[in-house]
């Protein structure tokens, strides 16, 4: 089954999307970067107190790295858009469904090559 090439309208539809999405990453990397500091060993707080603040900074360090990889790849999926690339899969060169980018505007892949990819 043949997938048809993103329309102008659909192309600017999930740019917008894109951008939206880079500013809430921005936004949650900026209200996290608090939490991701290391705990203070040396604060008047009992042990139990001390090991939930340990594990949630490691919580919140690893949604850091999530979100700042994710970042990454909204950013060239919107390098793409300007190039004119976007919406075509890198492995196939075939393009993207535009179900699956609205689903998923940062994908890299086609469905075919992404189920490729993970099995």
């Keep these: 089954m043949s997938v048809p090439p993103l ?3 659909q192309r600017e539809e999930l740019r917008q999307a894109l951008v939206a999405l880079q500013d809430e990453l921005r936004d949650m990397l900026d209200l996290s970067a608090d939490g991701a500091k290391p705990v203070e060993l040396d604060q008047p707080i009992g042990r139990l107190s001390r090991m939930d603040a340990m594990q949630q900074q490691s919580m919140t360090r690893a949604n850091r790295l999530e979100a700042e990889n994710r970042l990454k790849r909204v950013e ?12 075509a899969c ?30």
């Design 76 to 87: 060239s999926a919107l390098s793409r858009v300007e190039a004119g690339t976007y919406g």
């Design 7 to 9: 329309t102008d309208a």
């Design 90 to 119: 890198l492995s196939c060169r075939q393009p993207v469904a535009f179900k699956r980018l609205q689903a998923q505007p940062d994908a890299l892949l086609c469905i075919n090559c992404q189920g490729a990819k993970d099995r």
